[in-house]
């Protein structure tokens, strides 16, 4: 299930994400090539969507 206009990434890989520094800090930590899990508040659903880094 790709992402959507409008999702809100609230965690990756269970590490909560407040702001876009914190998301960009996150993902610095992960290499090309590895698998993460995304939480993402849709409307009022909040689901995992698999990615992976490039």
């Known amino acids: 299930m790709p992402h959507r206009r409008g999702d ?3 965690a990756i890989n269970n ?3 407040k ?3 914190q998301f960009n800090q996150i993902l610095s930590g992960f290499k090309a090539g ?3 899990a995304l ?3 849709r ?3 909040a689901l ?3 990615f992976k880094i490039r």
């Open 15 to 17: 590490q909560d994400v």
């Open 8 to 10: 809100v990434i609230a």
């Open 19 to 21: 702001n876009v520094a």
């Open 34 to 36: 590895q698998n993460i």
């Open 43 to 45: 409307g009022e659903r």
């Open 48 to 50: 995992f969507i698999p």
């Open 39 to 41: 939480l993402v508040q």
